[in-house]
């Protein structure tokens, strides 16, 4: 059975730091691209990061460069999200996103995890 399942959200006061965990299973982690997804109450789903296969050129929206750090670890099939100066506007649910390397059809999104920040 394959899942992604997040963790590491919670409420955090502006300025703080959270870690963000998405662990898979049921699959061949090394052959999928990962990215991380965000949706604040009534918006829309935006990128937030993407890290290749191999975990080189991690790509990051505008709004998160300097601030958050997306990395994975292959051998625990995990990738990770550090978020730092957190910001009350980061407020929104984190969904991580999986897709294959070659088959671009075969792609996954995790159930997400809820990230507050406020004071």
């Known amino acids: 059975q394959v899942q992604f399942v997040e963790s590491g959200g919670g409420l955090v006061q502006p300025g703080g730091s959270l870690t963000l965990s998405c662990a898979a299973s049921?699959?061949?982690?090394?052959?999928?691209?990962m990215s991380w997804y965000r949706q604040a109450p009534g918006k829309e789903r935006e990128l937030v990061a993407t890290?290749?296969?191999?975990?080189?050129?991690?790509n990051y929206a505008d709004s998160v460069k300097g601030r958050f750090t997306m990395s994975r670890d292959n051998a625990k099939k995990t990738v990770y999200l550090q978020m730092n100066s957190l910001k009350p506007e980061d407020t929104a649910v984190y969904y991580c996103y999986a897709e294959h390397v070659q088959f671009s059809t075969l792609q996954y999104w995790g159930q997400g995890t809820l990230v507050t920040v406020s004071s």
């Open positions: 890290i290749p296969s191999r975990g080189s050129s991690t």
């Open positions: 049921g699959v061949t982690f090394s052959r999928y691209v």
